[in-house]
């Protein structure tokens, strides 16, 4: 059963850090592309990034580019989302998310994504 787990959200301070982490299990972790989505209070699901099966590329959206870094540990079956210089407005609840199809690099379309975690809130104080 395929499971993914955010840690690491928390209430930080405009301009502070964060790093989230997302442990997956129940499959084989590095086949598959990981994306990281929002969502805010009020406002629709928001895709942040991603990072293909290798590590080898990332993408990431206009919003948080420059400030967020996507990495991940294929020995640990694990992604992160460094995230620097926060702002209020990233304030939201924050997902990973499997692509449905292994070796598939694709849009960030939530649509392609089919296997979630439960979320891990991040607060942005101003």
């Known amino acids: 059963q395929v499971q993914l787990v955010e840690s690491g959200g928390g209430l930080v301070q405009a301009g502070g850090s964060l790093r989230l982490s997302c442990a997956a299990s129940g499959y084989t972790f590095s086949n598959y592309t990981i994306g990281w989505f929002r969502r805010a209070p009020g406002k629709e699901r928001e895709f942040v990034g991603a990072i293909i099966w290798t590590g080898g590329i990332t993408r990431y959206a206009d919003s948080v580019k420059g400030r967020f870094t996507i990495s991940r540990d294929n020995a640990k079956d694990t992604v992160y989302l460094q995230m620097k210089n926060l702002k209020p407005e990233d304030t939201a609840l924050y997902y990973c998310?499997?692509?449905?199809?292994?070796?598939?690099w694709g849009t960030g379309s939530p649509n392609n994504f089919g296997s979630w975690g439960q979320g891990t809130q991040v607060t942005v104080s101003s």
């Open positions: 998310a499997r692509h449905n199809v292994a070796w598939t």
